[in-house]
C-alpha cells in the first residue's frame, strides 16, 4: 500500500460513506415502491401458510416411524408375503412396498382411481424417492424409516413409478408399474371389495 497522503484521505472518506446510517441512504421512489411489494407478498405468503395450517389442517409430516432397514424381511408389515395391495377391514386400501436397489416390490400394482390409497414405503438399503409422474405421488424412502403418504389418482390409466433420489449405478432402471383401473373394473376383480 502506498504511504501518499491524499490517497490515505481518499480511503477513509470511502469507509465513511460506506459506513453510513441507514437514515441518510438515499432510497428511490420506484425502489420505496417495490419494497412494499415484497413486504405485501411475504404477508400474502404468511396468511396462506396460516390459513392452509389452521383452517384446511395442511401440515408437514408430523409423525416418524422408524423401522430397522436391514430386518425388513422379519418384520411384520414388510416381510415379503405382506407386501402389495390389501383392502383394509373398513375399505380402504393401502399399498406396502419396499423399495431396494433397484425396484420397488412388487414390480407392479393395480389400484382403483377415485379413492384414497395409502402407501406405506421402507426401504432395505440407501435412499430412495418414490414418484409417480404426472401425479402428486411423491416422497424421500429414507432407510430406517416408513413413508406414509396418501393419495387419490383421478384418471385410469399405466404410470411409471419411478426413483427419483440417485441411489447407485442402476437409479436410472429403478421403475415399477402402476395400473390404475376404474371403480367398475376394481370392484369387478375384486368381489370382496364389492358393495363398499
Ligand atoms: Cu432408487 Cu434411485
Known sequence: ?????????????????????????????????WIFVALGLMGLFVTIILYTGF????????????????RLHLSAEFAE??????????????????AARY??????????????????????????GIHVPMTNMATMVVPGYV?????TFPKPGEYPMLC???CGMGHDHMWSKVTVVSQESWRAG???SAGR
Open 103 to 128: 425396484g420397488f416390490y412388487p414390480r407392479e400394482i393395480r389400484i382403483p382411481a377415485g379413492q384414497p390409497i395409502t402407501f406405506r414405503v421402507a426401504s432395505a438399503d440407501v435412499l430412495h
Open 1 to 33: 500500500m502506498s504511504n501518499d497522503p491524499n490517497q490515505k484521505r481518499k480511503l477513509a472518506d470511502d469507509v465513511r460513506d460506506l459506513m453510513a446510517l441507514p437514515g441518510e441512504v438515499h432510497v428511490d421512489a420506484l425502489e420505496k415502491k
Open 190 to 192: 375384486n368381489p370382496q
Open 81 to 98: 408375503d405382506r407386501l402389495g395391495v390389501a383392502t383394509q377391514p373398513d375399505g380402504r386400501i393401502k399399498v406396502t412396498l419396499v
Open 55 to 70: 383452517a384446511k389442517h395442511v401440515h408437514p409430516p408430523g409423525e416418524m416411524e422408524t423401522i430397522d432397514s436391514a
Open 147 to 151: 413413508s406414509t403418504l396418501t393419495t
Open 164 to 166: 427419483n433420489e440417485y
